[in-house]
């Protein structure tokens, strides 16, 4: 139930972007909500996922064997998702919407982004904008390679399922909720930065949510991988 009313939630709030992707230069017109947005999106990475992870495990777990469990369990999951992500990027090569936006604006060419310069080409063009902040501009050179599918996406959403389940089952709903929220919040992060299509980040979406859902006690097992580390807690 959890899985569908996040799907549910994302593809919702994502409609209204399907068919209009200039979106993102509102962030550029409102600069006071710029510090916001670049926070909250920079709390679904891979730096600082593992962080929040620590804090939740310890939070659920009742005993430190509970609290490893959690965390580890998590830790392999979010391995699994980044793996999966970096190989469908690289199958994909999707160009990112900023990308399209410099080529629309005659700002670049797509031979410059064929060549072996096209790193140090599209940093120069970026950082001569005048219209877009300078934050937003670190992100996009930062995050210049192919855009499907979101990985800050994929790891809000297996982040927000794999600990609300848990939180779920202690009856604590609202974590849950504000979990879900917060996943759907960076997925809008993403598009408001411009480094995003609404399906990349549905499909990073669904690349965590299925990852958090999937049950690995059996496998590790099997492989004898410390068996203690999913015992019952």
Known sequence: MFVILSLIVLCLSLSSYLFDF??????????????MLNLLTSTASIYVLPIFAIVFSFFYGKSWQARVNTLVKFIFLLAL???????????????????????????????????????????????????????????????SRSSFPSGHASFAFLFALFFGQLFLKRGNKLIAMVLLTWAVAIAYTRLLLGVHWPQDVIAGAIVGLFFAKLDFKGILFKLNISPLLFSKK
């Open 81 to 143: 998702t980044i793996v999966t992500i970096l190989a469908l990027k690289k199958a994909v090569n999707e160009e990112r919407p900023f990308i399209h936006y410099l080529l629309e604006n005659n700002l670049i060419q797509q031979k410059v982004l064929q060549s072996e310069e096209r790193q140090v080409k599209l940093s120069q063009v970026i950082a001569s904008l005048t219209s877009i902040p300078d934050w937003q501009k670190q992100h996009w050179v930062n995050e």
């Open 22 to 35: 200039s979106w993102f230069t509102l962030v550029s017109e409102n600069g006071s909500c710029g510090f």
